[in-house]
T-cell receptor
Framework: NAGVMQNPRHLVRRRGQEARLRCSPMKGHSHVYWYRQLPEEGLKFMVYLQKENIIDESGMPKERFSAEFPKEGPSILRIQQVVRGDSAAYFC?????????????FGDGTRLSIL | SQQGEEDPQALSIQEGENATMNCSYKTSINNLQWYRQNSGRGLVHLILIRSNEREKHSGRLRVTLDTSKKSSSLLITASRAADTASYFCATVPRGSNYKLTFGKGTLLTVNP
């Protein structure tokens, strides 16, 4: 019974590079949520996806950030042209189709550091 | 405006004592959830309380919800060193069933 798997656990990028964060939901879960946690802060909602659909991206920055959840494979959070302010922990959560959001099962996160 | 603000920010107690953490929020909610986060790890769901419930228990955890005061409390009884973690409350606003809004958390340290 593998939980939500995120990789890499740690990612270091230089300013201007691209960061790709991957999330495999729990088996049987078809709903994925991404959150960002800045140091000493709580998690902030970014985006909610179902297979091949973005349901709610109200928490995503308008530029440089995108997310997808393809029919096959993990969900990807992509950050283009990273800046220092993107340094944070990014968490993915999932839930089964019959219990959207309640509760959400979290992965251990990807710690993104921008040099 | 920030939902789910926890109080205190940090709490240090001795093993065996009870720990109480409080959470306040601003808007109408569908439900309120408490999560635990160990250092460097993801969040673990502890308990969910719906807006029409007033109290809920799970093992050594007791959660109360007062919607008139827009507040909740988490009580951990007979604490253990393994309870050391950050605790977050998260609200799901009315009309939504997924958009968790977290506070900054309470860092609980249980000293052996």
């Amino acid at each position: 019974n593998a939980g939500v798997m995120q990789n890499p656990r740690h990612l270091v990028r230089r300013r201007g590079q691209e960061a790709r964060l991957r999330c495999s939901p729990m088996k049987g879960h078809s709903h994925v949520y991404w959150y960002r946690q800045l140091p000493e802060e709580g998690l902030k909602f970014m985006v909610y996806l179902q297979k091949e659909n973005i349901i709610d991206e109200s928490g995503m920055p308008k530029e440089r950030f995108s997310a997808e959840f393809p029919k096959e494979g993990p969900s990807i959070l992509r950050i283009q042209q990273v800046v220092r302010g993107d340094s944070a922990a990014y968490f993915c959560a999932s839930s089964p189709p019959d219990r959207v959001g309640q509760p959400q099962h979290f992965g251990d996160g990807t710690r993104l550091s921008i040099l | 405006s920030q939902q789910g603000e926890e109080d205190p920010q940090a709490l240090s107690i001795q093993e065996g004592e009870n720990a109480t953490m409080n959470c306040s929020y601003k808007t109408s909610i569908n439900n309120l959830q408490w999560y635990r986060q160990n250092s460097g790890r993801g969040l673990v769901h502890l308990i969910l309380i719906r807006s029409n419930e007033r109290e809920k228990h799970s093992g050594r955890l007791r959660v109360t919800l007062d919607t008139s005061k827009k507040s909740s409390s988490l009580l951990i009884t007979a604490s253990r060193a393994a309870d050391t973690a950050s605790y977050f409350c998260a609200t799901v606003p009315r009309g939504s069933n997924y958009k968790l809004t977290f506070g900054k958390g309470t860092l609980l340290t249980v000293n052996p």
